[in-house]
């Protein structure tokens, strides 16, 4: 038995001495008295589940019982957390910086309530489905957290009956201690139940937002984009960003996350699966004239797009040329790219569609990190970086 648990039992003792003479009124406004009615109807509602279940009972009654324990756990378990923000100092709290890892699936708001569920059924010998070896390895860790619940409880439980304006140094400690072993608890089950990234993935996914973040700053000062469509969300964004990213990327920031001179383990992983065809884009980004340039990128993040570069000056579809085996000439049969072309037009548009097309698969291949980045790209640029920090050379 640990320190923080002879305290609890200590607690205890007092606490059902003074609880035959004071208890909070539900009126009260103070977290304690909230936690005290609170953990009273959570008891009452296991009482009546296990009764329930002993008497073998109406499967749809034990099911509806199911369901408000689990909201009455969610609930008091708020209240827990509420109690640690108000008796423990921030720099004695468990940190929380894992949690940027997590996958858009999980929610915050009701991750408590599921965590406490998921260490009742780990602790009681069962097992998650389809994950029998993680539920296995997680057991020692969830008797020790459900252990750790019923002390926390029994300790906001006394100090509750005895003064809610205030905590004791014991109650303190003993959340200080809870804390971190439900943070530790929390990471450890989230990372062996979910697909989590790791620190690796995590921090090229970083250097992708900085790319892409750069990027769209870039367009606002050349005016491709305006601030006001960053500022609503304008819905061409979701395309516009990434295929402006791929060019810078590649053309502009080429010592980034897409320089292509590395090997492709230190690529992003939603880059990978295009290398060969990212060094194709490359070589013919690097044979464009700065106003060939300019006019792709105002294409790509034009809703008309592909029309403004689909046909000649004068008005009919390009052609590519052949060479004199009457076969179509491409980029790698060619020491200088720009001869497999007919002309500029034909450049840019081959190049247009090369680019939305590997900018448009991020989303569909690479949903999950698109979503992540995108959701911290309208973040930053949000709140924009003045003009003057944007390099007239990266332009």
């Known amino acids: 038995m640990t320190t923080f648990e002879t305290k609890g039992l200590t607690l205890s003792f007092f606490g059902s001495i003074k609880k035959l003479f004071s208890k909070p009124k539900k009126s009260d406004p103070h977290t304690l008295a909230a ?53 423990v100092p921030e720099s004695d709290r468990a940190p929380r910086a894992f949690r940027v890892k997590y ?5 915050l708001e009701t991750l408590n309530g599921g965590l ?56 303190v400690d003993i959340l200080c201690w809870f804390d971190h072993n439900w943070a530790e608890y929390e990471l450890q089950y989230i990372d ?19 790319l892409f973040s750069e990027a769209t700053q870039r367009a606002i000062k050349l005016g491709y984009l305006t601030q006001d469509m960053i500022d609503y969300y304008d819905p061409i964004l979701m395309f516009s960003i990434p295929r402006l990213a791929v060019v810078c990327g590649l053309a502009i920031f080429p010592d980034g996350p897409l320089n292509l001179d590395r090997k492709l383990c ?38 008309e797009g592909l029309g403004t570069l689909e046909r000649d000056e004068t008005g009919k579809p390009t052609k590519v040329k052949q060479r004199e085996d009457g076969t179509e000439n491409n980029v790698n049969c060619c020491e200088n790219p720009r001869d497999a072309f007919h002309d500029s037009r034909d450049l840019l548009h081959r190049l247009f569609v090369a680019v939305s097309g590997v900018a448009d698969q991020l989303q569909t291949n690479s949903a999950r990190e698109m979503r992540l980045i995108l959701k911290d790209v309208f973040t930053v640029c949000n709140d924009p970086v003045p003009a003057s920090t944007v390099d007239d050379d990266d332009v």
Request: charged fraction near 30%; hydrophobic fraction near 40%.
């Open 266 to 303: 230190e690529i992003p992983s939603c880059f990978q699966f295009q290398f060969a065809f990212l060094k194709r884009i490359r070589e013919l980004l690097r044979c464009l004239t700065s106003e060939e340039l300019c006019e792709l990128e105002r294409a790509l993040c034009s809703a």
């Open 35 to 87: 936690f005290y009615y609170a953990d009273r109807d959570l008891t009452r509602l296991a009482d009546e589940l296990a009764s329930l279940r002993r008497k073998r009972g109406d499967p749809k009654a034990v099911r509806d019982l199911q369901r408000r324990l689990r909201a009455a756990q969610q609930a008091l378990m708020d209240l827990v957390t509420q109690c640690v923000r108000e008796a």
């Open 192 to 210: 062996s139940m979910c697909a989590n990234l790791s620190s690796e993935q995590y921090e090229k996914l970083q250097e992708c937002v900085v």
């Open 116 to 171: 406490w569920h998921s260490a009742e059924i780990l602790a009681s010998g069962q097992i998650i489905v389809n994950r029998e070896v993680e539920s296995v390895s997680l057991r020692s860790l969830a008797k020790h957290t459900v252990s750790a619940i019923g002390v926390v409880r029994q300790a906001l439980r006394q100090q509750s009956v005895m003064n809610v304006r205030g905590y004791s140094k014991d109650t």
């Open 103 to 107: 996958p858009d699936e999980i929610n």
